[in-house]
Each structure stands twice: as structure tokens, then as C-alpha cells.
């Protein structure tokens, strides 16, 4: 208990003890909307199922925010970040190849990366698009995720050229794909006549980013090599489920503490998406429009268990400007009176 109250009290230091909200980005999204709950009720809100149509992003810090600058508002990983991020835990996308009449043929594949991040995939020695990509190794891999919430977070376009691996690299490929795609069956199967292909990264086309700030951008192929992807990748979605269902207060009293309103002035929140420097959130104001807000960490996250003490100190924090609580600090040991 003694490390907890301190860890908090440390946390307090950090924000300079006057618990101000965090800052904040906002993206106004459309209607339509959810469906109002009880006033100052803890719910977690439906997200608005024509979200996706959003054209317009319109960044509005609240006016006790003014003064955050740029960058603290953006403290989120970069674009090729997210990319590989993505790239990293879908595993399967649709492959665009040029058929002999110059026309484009996309295809469904699924891939694995190998030592240095790249897509190895795995491909029928007769199939049209193998047949293509003899041709001409020039190809795409379009990726997103399937299922929210990754889903809402980014898709990217992996352009470059495949090359063939040899026999040694393709046994390899041929176990990974075999661990991470166990049950493949018809079409899927794997046969001992497949061929594997690693697709050299050229550029690739990025589209994302929730909250303002939405990027649709080429990233080189420098910028996307070098990138890393975050390192709470393989829990972030089992964490958002968590939170939502079990933490609802807390993401309430988080959102209204980002933007700087009471918590029965929040109709609702639901915590979309959390990476190594923040998280987002859609957020609900009383007979106000939704949006969706960026809440930075103080420093970057490492692990799950890192992220579940973050997440537990915001929402901490939050109760205490709330209630206008100052923790008494202990008396140091051999501090002169």
C-alpha cells in the first residue's frame, strides 16, 4: 500500500501537483451518434457506426488547454510506426499483382515477417498472381486490420517487389508460416510445391491516425525499415476490451479530466486504442457532439503491466482533481524541522 501511495504521490510530481487535465487532441466526428445514458452515469459509449465517413477533422483544444503546444497535443507514435504496428499483428492482406493484359489483380494472402520486419509470403506455384509476379516482381500488399479496435487505428499499402526465396530461407518461411497460419485447409493448405516470396519494401502508402490529425502519406522505404513497431501491440486490444467492460468509471473520469469538464457533465466514454505514449478515446459531452481525444502519457509505456499502472494512476489523478485532493506528503527521514 505504501508503494502505491507514493507511486501515485511521485505521479503528482511529475504533473507538477496541480493535477491539471492532460492535454488533449480532439477530432469532432458526424452524427450519427449513440444513444444517450443517464446523466453522469459511468457507460461506455457505442461508437458511431457512420464514424468512417468523417471528412473533416477539426482540431479544438479545450479552452483551458489553450496554451499545450503542438507538440505536446501530438505525442503519438509516427506514421511508419503505426504502419509496421499494423503490419505486425494482422498477417494477411490482399496482394495487388499486373496481370499480362495490364490489368491489376488483387488477390488474398497471408504473410509472416522475417528477422528484419519484411513480408514473406507464401504462394501457389500455378496461381495467377505467382504467374504475374514472374512476369514482373513490381507488387502491392494492402493490410488492415479486421476487427476493432485496431481497425479504427490505420491501413497501409506496402509497395515494393517480391524476390524468390532459395531453399534454405524457404524452410524456414515455410515453419513460420506453418506457426502462425496452423489451419489453413482447402485453397489454404499448405503443399510442398509452394513458393516463398519476400516483398522488398519500396514505400508504402499510410493511412491513419484517430483524433486530428489524420495523415494519408508515402513513407519511405527508409523511414519505414527503420521503424519499430509498439511494443503493446500483442495486448492493446485485450486491453481496451478490459478497460471498457470492467474500468468504465475510470475511462469516464479520464475523458472529462482530458477535457477539462466535471464528470456529470460526460454522457459517455470508451477507450479506443493505447500505445507506449498515449491512448484515445471517444468522448461524449451532454447534448454536445462526440469526438475523439489523444491523452498522452508522461513517458512511454513498456510493457502491459506498465500500461495497466498508467492507466490506473490517470484515472487516480483524475478522482483526486475531482474531489480537489492534495495526498499528505511523508515526512522525509532526518529532514531538519
Not at 506457426?179 to 513458393?195: C, K, N, S, Y
Amino acid at each position: 500500500m505504501t508503494g502505491h501511495i507514493m507511486k501515485i504521490q511521485c505521479f503528482h510530481h511529475f504533473l507538477g501537483r496541480s493535477a491539471a487535465p492532460a492535454p488533449c487532441l480532439q477530432q469532432r466526428l458526424p452524427a450519427s451518434e449513440p444513444q444517450h445514458a443517464s446523466r453522469g452515469r459511468a457507460q461506455s459509449a457505442q461508437l458511431p457506426a457512420r464514424r468512417k465517413r468523417c471528412k473533416e477533422h477539426t482540431v479544438a483544444a479545450a479552452p483551458e488547454r489553450s496554451d499545450i503546444s503542438t507538440r505536446q497535443a501530438l505525442h503519438k507514435p509516427s506514421s511508419a510506426q503505426t504502419a509496421k504496428t499494423i503490419v505486425d499483428i494482422v498477417a494477411h492482406g490482399t496482394l495487388c499483382t499486373v496481370g499480362e493484359d495490364g490489368v491489376p489483380l488483387g488477390t488474398y494472402t497471408n504473410y509472416v515477417l522475417d528477422d528484419r520486419g519484411m513480408p514473406v509470403l507464401r504462394l501457389r506455384a500455378d496461381a495467377v498472381h505467382t504467374g504475374n509476379l514472374r512476369r514482373s516482381p513490381k507488387c502491392s500488399l494492402f493490410v488492415q486490420p479486421g476487427d476493432r479496435p485496431a481497425k479504427l487505428l490505420a491501413r497501409c499499402t506496402i509497395i515494393g517487389e517480391v524476390k524468390q526465396l532459395d531453399e534454405e530461407s524457404s524452410l524456414a518461411a515455410a515453419e513460420r508460416h506453418e506457426a502462425m497460419h496452423p489451419f489453413g485447409i482447402g485453397v489454404d493448405a499448405p503443399q510442398d510445391t509452394d513458393l516463398y516470396f519476400s516483398l522488398h519494401v519500396h514505400q508504402c502508402f499510410y493511412v491513419g491516425g484517430m483524433g486530428a490529425n489524420s495523415a494519408a502519406e508515402l513513407l519511405s522505404q527508409e523511414e519505414y525499415v527503420a521503424a519499430a513497431p509498439d511494443p503493446l501491440r500483442e495486448h492493446a486490444a485485450f486491453l481496451v476490451e478490459q478497460q471498457n467492460q470492467s474500468r468504465a468509471e475510470d475511462v469516464l473520469r479520464i475523458c472529462s479530466h482530458a477535457c477539462s469538464v466535471r464528470i456529470d457533465e460526460m454522457e459517455h466514454a470508451q477507450l479506443l486504442w493505447i500505445d507506449e505514449l498515449g491512448l484515445y478515446a471517444f468522448a461524449k459531452l451532454i447534448r454536445r457532439e462526440g469526438f475523439v481525444i489523444r491523452v498522452p502519457f508522461l513517458r512511454p509505456i513498456t510493457d502491459e503491466r506498465d500500461a495497466r499502472s498508467t492507466l490506473t494512476m490517470l484515472a487516480q489523478v483524475a478522482w483526486e482533481h475531482e474531489r480537489s485532493y492534495t495526498p499528505v506528503m511523508p515526512e522525509l527521514v532526518g529532514a531538519s524541522s
